[in-house]
């Protein structure tokens, strides 16, 4: 359900189909100082816990989604905190905010 919202978004692009609960994506623009970014402020904002990693010279971040608990409003809750940490990433850079503009063109 994280995949199919995260498309849905249309922002993240998706670096495999998630397998046994970890979904590793990136953003579709900014390059690897946005994705490292936004792996920074959801980590500080404590709301969630991303880790990163580098296959090819494709930087991507890695969200594991597990637990006997877990519902679907916990992973769209994961998926609202990592857009809206996004949003705001782009709202305080120029250079992002063009990036995302020419994305949806």
Not at 66 to 86: M, P, Q, Y
Not at 99 to 105: E, I, P, Q, R, V
């Amino acid at each position: 359900q994280a995949e199919e919202l995260m498309e849905k978004d249309g922002r993240f692009k998706l670096f495999v189909r998630a397998r046994m609960g970890l979904v590793c994506f990136y953003v579709a623009f900014g390059g690897r100082e946005l994705n490292e970014a936004l792996l920074r402020r959801v980590n500080k904002s404590g709301k969630a816990f991303l880790i990163h990693s580098v296959v090819d010279g494709v930087h991507f971040l890695r969200l594991a989604i597990g637990g006997l608990e877990v519902d679907t409003w916990h992973i769209e809750n994961v998926v609202s905190v990592l857009s809206k940490a996004l949003t705001e990433l782009i709202d305080e850079n120029p250079k992002w905010q063009r990036a995302c503009s020419a994305l949806t063109l």
